[in-house]
């Protein structure tokens, strides 16, 4: 039998280790809360998000915690029970590239919210988190959307939660200098249970859509295929470039704006073959994602939209070339073993892919993918059920 998690919907990590963790990095005092954000997975929609496209992304029920105090001056100081340290920051020196590292994720939230203008207190900061880190379950967004919701109730900010996604994805692009969609933001601070949040990254309009699946007798399991990231940057580069280029030549603000039925005429029009190959599965993926979205709204067995994240799959490796051999392997072992649908989530190069699959076959279809993996030399996969959960809030540590 296989070591598979099951997320519990409730599952949240309690606050109580970050809490401790509080009382002894900072002098034995108490925090005056606790703040809780997600980690993510996106059901459908890659590489979508920089062309105003859509997304179809869960919140899971793994997520950062955050016990905090307020400072009356602008020291940030932060312990991270992952990293085992305390880093500290004046919130007047924060910019682009400072601070570096892991700080730089939080602070830059602080940055991005002091420079849309508002009075941003200094915080005493513990942070803990169950969201594998580097895995494409967004452990960056986490941390970023705990402290935002923090900084907004502490500091009194008000803002809504589409405003303060886009802190925190200010954050990531312009501190740490990571140049991601505001899709995992959203997904972290729009989440809600039993929910996919669809998404229009042009209108930044947010659809909450069904995803019961317990009720089907179904479960999404997420397969981390621990393949390493390496050298990925200039990968994402050329993704973005040529995108861009297509958009250009034909003549449209985004990839969005080509509507799958015009595909085979947009295609003859363009120029070069990858840039063709990569425009066909940006507006592919876009259908995908409304056909996906109409199913689930339709209240029709959700065993239907396996075929469509099969073809993602497909898609994102035979047209925009971003999966790598443990994560096909993952996704073929699925397959084979029953599973309806199953796809690479997230940017790629390494990263989950995701199974739909029987509840009765969780652990049958686990053990296939290991036997794959054993099979072809690969390092164990790890694996675990995801509960679309509620997105970020203040939290009762227990
Ligand atoms: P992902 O978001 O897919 O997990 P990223 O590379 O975007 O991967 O973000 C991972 C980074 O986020 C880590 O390298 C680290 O800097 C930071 N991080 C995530 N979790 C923690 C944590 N608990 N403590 C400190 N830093 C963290
Ligand atoms: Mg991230």
């Keep these: 039998m296989s070591d598979v998690t099951h997320g519990e919907g409730s599952g949240r990590m309690p606050g109580e280790r970050a809490v401790d963790a509080f009382a002894s990095a900072f002098a034995g005092t108490r925090p005056d809360g606790c703040w809780w954000a997600p980690g993510r997975v996106n059901l459908i929609g ?145 989440g809600r249970s039993g929910s996919l949040m669809f998404l229009d990254t042009r209108s930044m309009h947010v659809e909450q859509v069904p995803f019961d699946l317990a009720v089907h007798g179904l479960s999404l399991l997420v397969i981390d295929s621990r393949a390493p990231h390496a050298l990925v940057d200039g990968e994402y580069a050329e993704r973005h470039a040529s995108c861009a280029r297509g958009a250009s030549q034909l003549g449209v603000r985004a990839l969005r704006d080509i509507d799958v039925t015009g595909l085979d005429d947009a295609l003859a029009r363009l120029d070069d073959d990858v840039v063709r190959r990569r425009v066909r599965h940006v507006v592919t993926e876009n259908d995908r994602v409304l056909q996906v979205a109409d199913t689930l709204r339709s209240g029709a067995d959700p065993r239907r939209i396996g075929a469509l994240m099969t073809d993602s799959h497909v898609s994102m490796r035979d047209d925009f070339e971003i999966t790598v051999p443990r994560v096909d392997a993952a996704v073929d072992a699925a397959l084979a073993a029953g599973a309806h649908g199953a796809r690479m989530t997230g940017g790629g190069f390494g990263g989950c892919v995701l199974a739909l699959v029987d509840s009765a076959a969780v652990t049958s279809t686990v053990d296939a993918v290991r036997s794959a993996y054993a099979e072809a030399g690969f390092d164990p996969p790890v694996a675990f059920v995801a509960v679309a959960s509620s997105g970020a809030g203040r939290v009762v540590p227990t």
């Design 46 to 190: 890659e590489h979508t998000d920089y062309q105003d496209g859509f997304v179809l992304p869960l919140a899971l029920d793994r997520g950062a915690v955050a016990a905090v105090s307020v400072r009356s001056d602008d020291l940030l100081r932060v312990h991270s029970l992952h990293e085992g340290v305390t880093a500290s920051v004046r919130l007047a020196d924060v910019g682009p590239g400072n601070p570096s590292g892991w700080l730089g994720y939080l602070a830059g939230v602080g940055w991005a919210l002091a420079q849309a203008g508002h009075d941003v207190p200094g915080l005493d900061v513990a942070l803990d988190s169950d969201v594998p880190i580097g895995a494409g379950l967004s452990s960056s967004a986490a941390l970023e959307c705990a402290v935002a919701v923090a900084w907004n109730d502490l500091g009194d900010l008000g803002l809504d939660r589409t405003a303060l996604a886009a802190a925190a994805r200010r954050a990531e692009n312009d501190v740490v200098g990571a140049p991601t969609g505001v899709m995992d933001q959203m997904a972290s601070l729009h």
